[in-house]
């Protein structure tokens, strides 16, 4: 990767980090329910760091990387659950815990599913190519693994 895509990559990074809360699409409507609490955002960026340090592939993982993995997560996975979340205890029905319907990721163990995804996914991307490990290479991995994703069994983008 050329230096100045390394470096407009951390930068999008940090701007993508930096939006204030309520400025990502849809947040208002967590605003109001007992989600408040919980920043899809930051449970993704969480869940990221921790996996990229239990892996020791810190020195490994490009921008690119991480920011395909931030975005999509977030975008694709953590917000939207959190909508249909926010949705569902809102009509009054019982909390995410009390959940019966195997298919739905209640708050508690949506942290642990992109934990162990991302795992799996950087996993499987340090073997597809020596080094570093690069958006396209994550891109790959995912289509090795996907079937073996926790969060695509959840239904939200699966």
């Known amino acids: ?3 100045d895509f390394y470096e407009i990559y ?3 990074n940090q701007a993508y980090l930096s939006l204030p809360r309520g400025r990502w699409p849809q947040a208002r409507r967590l605003a109001n329910v007992k989600l408040a609490t919980q ?3 930051r449970m993704v960026e969480r869940a990221i760091h921790i996996s990229v340090r239990e892996l020791e ?3 490994r993982i490009r921008p690119d990387a991480t920011h395909f993995l931030l975005v999509n997560l977030h975008q694709m996975i953590s917000l939207p659950i959190m909508l249909e979340r926010s949705r569902y205890l809102g009509q009054g029905f019982p909390a995410a815990e009390d959940e019966t319907d195997e298919t739905r990721l209640s708050l508690s163990e949506l942290y642990g599913a992109l934990v162990h995804d991302i795992n799996l996914i950087l996993g ?3 073997t597809i190519r020596p080094g570093e490990i690069t958006g396209g290479s994550v891109l790959q991995a995912v289509s090795r693994v996907y079937d073996r994703l926790k969060t695509a069994a959840s239904s939200a983008w699966g």
């Open 1 to 3: 990767m050329r230096r």
């Open 39 to 41: 920043d899809p955002l």
């Open 10 to 12: 951390e930068e999008l």
């Open 57 to 59: 592939l810190g020195q």
């Open 124 to 126: 499987e991307a340090a």
